[in-house]
């Protein structure tokens, strides 16, 4: 775990805390014809963290949900209105004057719960390539 600056000293003009605006994360959980899972997500914030990502991962861990680093493409929609300090990268830490632990595990407790509503949600389909035009029929 990384060291958290616990002296937060706001140096920057302009700082904002609390709750601004719901931000959301939606997964979509399909599996292959060996059974093997795959997650798609996309949450509200600027982009991903592999900070987020690993914490994702250790939660489907600890509860007994197999998928690893290669079947999960986690991507941001790119809004301003995300927080940030769940970055591994100084360069991305700048503006929020380092790590915040609480915004890294707010961003993946709402994305574990995404996948989870996703998995219970999943249903039996048939995904075919059509030869015309190469669309994907459900």
């Given at each position: ?6 002296k937060?000293?706001?140096t920057?003009?302009?700082t ?10 939606r ?9 093997v899972?795959f997650v798609?997500?996309t949450?509200d914030?600027?982009m991903?963290?592999?900070a ?13 949900i ?12 790119h ?6 300090g769940?970055?591994d ?5 700048i503006t929020s ?14 994305v574990y719960?995404a ?6 949600d ?8 059509l030869?015309?035009?190469n669309?994907?029929?459900f």
């Amino acid at each position: 775990m990384r060291k958290q600056n616990k002296k937060r000293q706001d140096t920057l003009a302009q700082t904002a805390t609390g709750l601004h605006g719901r931000l959301y994360a939606r997964a979509f959980y399909v599996k292959n014809c060996n059974n093997v899972p795959f997650v798609y997500i996309t949450i509200d914030n600027g982009m991903a963290s592999v900070a987020v990502k690993r914490r994702i991962l250790e939660k489907l861990s600890k509860n007994k949900i197999n998928i690893n680093a290669g079947q999960v493409i986690y991507s941001g929609t790119h809004t301003h209105a995300g927080p940030a300090g769940m970055f591994d990268y100084f360069l991305f830490e700048i503006t929020s004057l380092g790590y915040i632990e609480e915004v890294t595990e707010a961003m993946a407790d709402g994305v574990y719960r995404a996948i989870l509503n996703a998995r219970s949600d999943s249903f039996t389909a048939r995904v075919s390539k059509l030869n015309t035009n190469n669309v994907l029929v459900f």
